[in-house]
């Protein structure tokens, strides 16, 4: 058995949580691979609206075992609120939630980190979400991070007081700010005893473990491809590797082991903080997108930046993830426009054309080319077929998987579980 993997295509924020929790029921195990509490899935069922920043999307799913992998860092503070909303949910997770010995640790002192570094960035802020994600990563970099499997040995205050004592030389190169170490200390303390309570494994024997004997693994992405350390807009972009090689260095497994590669994309373009956005659009079409989308961000509350849909930008993230099929959320939000765009290709500062995101990205003003599409200007509430779609969103679908030249397998309709369409027919997992 192989694992596959589902990851976001854009800056983030493409409703990955809702469509891992649709396919967790054809797997056995679902495992996060990189990022922490910067990342923000939202489920939406049964009326009620469930945000998970640590814990694999497939914890709703009964019987289903879900893995945070090595790859990721852990805030014991946000796992322990993410657990007791788990707990007011009733859901049972004892036994099905797993933790990788060798996920790093967010100590306190790495959000104070954060938060003096980015204050000291003035406008050259790069967007961080404040959640010390920067900072221990470097740290694990570094190598004098701490993990998971630390706080079991005898020397881990003695560790910790070491850690702390080295963040506390950095912060003396930025300006003051207000951050109550003392108190933020005391609950990430009183934290641990939660995350004791849960079953740390060696994460890369136990997921191995599973593939032999046949078990079906979902490795699941946070953040979008855009923001990955390598090939995302560096340097506005996340500190892990979030794209399909992650995977591998974030859970130990081997590039052979991996399958179907489920590619998310909106029907449109967003992106939460500062960094390149080509397709962005500032007047009232971009207002509009935002207010039909409510995008806000699901761990900051940040109003996101709108655009349409970026065509280069999908083609360069389907190419470095290896993208198998195709999963296009929100189409619903453009229900309301009588034409929607799609940036095609850039025109660069000299003039010229092309399709393929540039390095430069960052420095250089790209304008981007755009197609027009009719809309089809009507509700797809109700619909669950592909083929009961509005004709003008089925050749919608037919434009974008021409131009992708990947199959498109599912189409959100909505924020509940329900309102999803499958291309059956086409669906590989």
């Known amino acids: 058995m192989k694992i596959d993997v589902i990851l976001g295509l854009q800056w983030g924020d493409e409703g990955k949580g809702k469509i891992v929790d649709y396919l967790a029921t054809k797997y056995d195990m679902v495992a996060r691979f990189q990022g922490g509490p910067n990342a923000g899935h939202t489920l939406k069922f049964d009326g009620k609206k469930y945000v ?31 657990i007791k909303n788990l707990e007011a949910a009733d859901v049972k997770y004892h036994d099905r939630l797993l933790v990788a010995k060798k996920a790093h640790l967010i100590l306190p002192t790495h959000r104070y980190l954060d938060a003096a570094s980015e204050a000291a960035k003035g406008k050259d802020k790069i967007g961080s979400t404040l959640k010390g994600i920067g900072p221990t990563y470097m740290d694990k970099t570094g190598r004098n991070g701490l993990r998971v499997g630390d706080i079991y040995h005898e020397s881990f ?75 995302g807009t560096y340097p506005f972009v996340t500190s892990s590797n979030t794209i399909t090689a992650g995977v591998c260095t974030g859970l130990g497994v081997a590039p052979q082991l991996i399958d179907q590669v489920i590619g998310i994309t909106k029907a449109y373009c967003t992106r939460v903080g500062g960094g390149p956005f080509p397709t962005e659009l500032h007047g009232e079409v971009g207002e509009k997108l935002r207010k039909e989308g409510a995008e806000f961000g699901a761990t900051t509350g940040r109003p996101r930046r709108c655009g349409w849909i970026d065509l280069p930008q999908l083609k360069y993230t389907i190419m470095i993830n290896g993208v198998t099929q195709l999963v296009i959320t929100k189409i619903d939000i ?79 309709t909505g924020p509940e579980r329900q309102e999803l369409i499958l291309r059956t027919a086409d669906l590989a997992v």
């Open 157 to 231: 205050h003695e560790r910790y007081d070491a850690l702390k004592a080295k963040h506390l030389e950095l912060l003396k190169i930025y300006p003051s700010i207000e951050f109550n170490l003392e108190e933020e200390e005391e609950k990430w303390f009183n934290s641990l005893a939660t995350l004791r309570s849960l079953k740390a494994v060696d994460g890369e024997w136990y997921i191995n473990k599973a593939i032999k004997e046949g078990k079906r693994v979902l490795a699941e992405g946070a953040q979008g491809s855009m923001l990955d350390i390598d090939f």
């Open 52 to 82: 998970l920043h640590t814990i694999p999307s497939g914890i709703f799913r009964e019987d289903l075992m879900n893995l945070i992998g090595n790859g990721v860092v852990i805030d014991p503070i946000t796992l322990e609120k993410e």
């Open 334 to 412: 453009l229900n309301i426009f009588d034409s929607i765009k799609a940036g095609v290709k850039y025109q660069r500062e000299d003039g010229s054309e092309t399709d393929m995101l540039p390095y430069d990205v960052v420095v250089e003003d790209l304008k981007p080319i755009w197609e027009d599409i009719e809309g089809w200007g009507s509700s797809l509430e109700g619909i669950d077929t592909y083929e009961d779609l509005p004709a003008k969103a089925q050749d919608f679908i037919s434009y974008l998987e021409k131009k992708l030249e990947v199959p498109i397998t599912m189409i959100s």
